[in-house]
């Protein structure tokens, strides 16, 4: 949605007398009027400004001043002097000598500010404070408003005489935002995406329906839309937009599992609030949130299980075609998936390959989950299932052992017992292929070292350089042969015996 503007409201019992001060004496852009007979007038760039003049409310109401940038204007139309306006003129020497020709209350001459330009403070017939600024010759960055004080656009501001809002100070903003994230996680929790989508667009009803508080909701939802995730459409109530689109349930994009609090992916991000903890001790904080390892508490809760395994179905439609695509399995025969998941990459690369046969390996019940999508692919009939742990016997003599995305859930210890026992089962012409994200690789960078504090926190694995993942194939029995990047950040690292 188009960024809304900071507006002062300033009560007046004559709005439209009081326009012509800030048109003809001070320039002030008149827009449209309002149906109540307010007087909207725009002023200043980035962000931008607007001053709307309005008839006191009614004795029900509070009669303060409404608005991020209003002060007190008194209820019964007389201002109290407190709101302050900051105005850009280009010449303030002449907008003086033209309110001064139109008997505006003026409380002095220009005078010179600290950083070399000029000011011009003039009162409105209401005496509100208006000061005209000259820019200040000074370079962008003196007088500038840092902190949490600060409470305008997140754009820079231009506010004459500040000097503006530095670039790191806004990125810092952005950084140190912790509502976005949780404001997100909640409202795919609550299923709004999905009323919306349904038709449903009242907070009231929202509510209801979600179980939620309508205050709450409303507060909630209104945060949402100043970040575009919805559209306010009216008061208190909203509408998709092409970001919330994507957390529809059935939006073929997959995210609501990665944000959905009841999920795998819900559990394993609460654990950030100990990050300090896993920083300090070098060891995941899971076990101290929920009284026992991630690994543990999947195989004793099916729910987490099937929503972990659905991620890991999600993130393999991402990146299979690519990894499939990458590796030349022409002189193979026998591929072994280890630690398959949903059996997505192994049924894409089965599937491209007409003459390969497969053996999937991982937990009973995940193994279970994949049996649909191998049928599905169409490549059953070459495909073996296998319930099993990778730190057990592997299936021997394939061509290939693919150990895909599960490297970096365990720490180095646990890694060299996985190659150990693809070692043991390969044969000496065979491969054994990791599929990775590398830290210093040609990849997503970001991305990867955002990967990289996850397994810290939650799993106590952690992504690698390839000289690491060299050193944990020489324990395994294994030598490095090649690491191929692909377009999907992941990279393939061949290793023989």
């Known amino acids: 949605m188009p960024d809304r503007p900071l507006t002062t409201i300033a009560y007046t019992a004559d709005p439209a007398a009081d326009r012509a001060f800030y048109v003809e004496v001070l320039g002030f852009e008149p827009l449209e009027a309002g149906a109540d007979g307010s007087v909207r007038l725009a002023y200043g760039t980035a962000p931008r400004r607007e001053l709307v003049l309005a008839r006191p409310p009614d004795a029900k109401a509070s009669g303060n001043g409404a608005g991020n940038g209003a002060g007190n204007g008194a209820g019964n139309g007389a201002a109290t002097g407190h709101i302050r306006l900051a105005v850009q003129a ?20 220009p005078e010179q500010t600290d950083g070399g330009g000029r000011r011009l403070r003039v009162r409105d017939p209401r005496g509100i404070t208006v000061d005209v600024y000259e820019p200040d010759p000074a370079p962008a960055g003196r007088g500038e408003r840092p902190g949490l004080g600060y409470q305008g656009n997140s754009e820079r501001a231009a506010a004459p005489g500040t000097g503006g809002i530095p670039e790191a100070m806004l990125t810092l903003r952005v950084l140190m935002n912790s509502a976005t994230p949780w404001a997100l996680r909640v409202a795919v929790t609550l299923g709004i995406p999905d009323q919306l989508a349904a038709g ?8 209801s329906r979600s179980g939620a508080d309508p205050d709450a909701l409303s507060r909630l939802m209104r945060y949402l839309a100043h970040k575009e995730v919805f559209a306010e459409t009216g008061p208190d109530r909203y509408a998709l937009t092409e970001v919330s689109q994507l957390l529809r349930s059935g939006h073929p994009a997959g995210m609501t599992g990665w944000l959905d609090l009841n999920g795998a992916s819900g559990r394993w991000s609460r654990t950030y609030v100990d990050l300090l903890s896993a920083v300090r001790t070098g060891k995941p904080v899971y076990e101290d949130v929920y009284g026992q390892p991630f690994w543990t508490d999947l195989a004793e809760s099916p729910a987490l299980s ?16 690519l990894v499939a695509d990458a590796y030349d399995w022409s002189d193979a025969r026998h591929v072994v998936d280890v630690g398959g998941g949903s059996g997505t990459l192994l049924a894409t690369i ?23 999508a191998l049928d599905a692919a169409g490549v059953a009939d070459r495909c073996t299932v296998v319930g099993g742990s990778f730190f057990d016997p592997l299936p021997a003599g394939a061509d290939v052992y693919l150990v895909a995305n599960v490297m970096h859930d365990w720490g180095d210890p646990e890694c060299v017992a996985i190659l150990r026992r693809c070692a043991e089962a390969v044969p000496r012409s065979g491969r054994v292929v990791i599929t990775e994200g590398i830290v210093g690789g040609s990849g997503d960078q970001s991305f ?14 952690r992504e690698r350089s390839v000289e690491e993942f060299a050193t944990l194939a020489r324990e395994a029995g294994l030598r490095l042969l090649c690491v191929h990047p692909t377009v999907s950040g992941m990279s393939l690292i061949e290793c023989g015996r």
Do not use: I
């Open 448 to 461: 990867v070292s955002e990967l990289d504090l996850l397994m810290l926190v939650a799993f106590g694995g």
């Open 90 to 109: 280009q010449d303030v020497e002449r907008l003086y000598r033209r309110a001064a020709a139109r008997g505006a209350d003026l409380t002095g001459e």
């Open 306 to 321: 099937t929503s972990f395994d659905t991620l890991m179905a999600q993130q393999s439609r991402w990146s299979a075609p």
């Open 350 to 372: 089965l599937k491209a390959n007409a003459h390969l046969r497969g053996t999937l390996v991982d937990r009973p019940s995940t193994v279970d989950l994949a049996r649909p």
């Open 200 to 207: 449903v667009d009242g907070v009231e009803e929202l509510a």
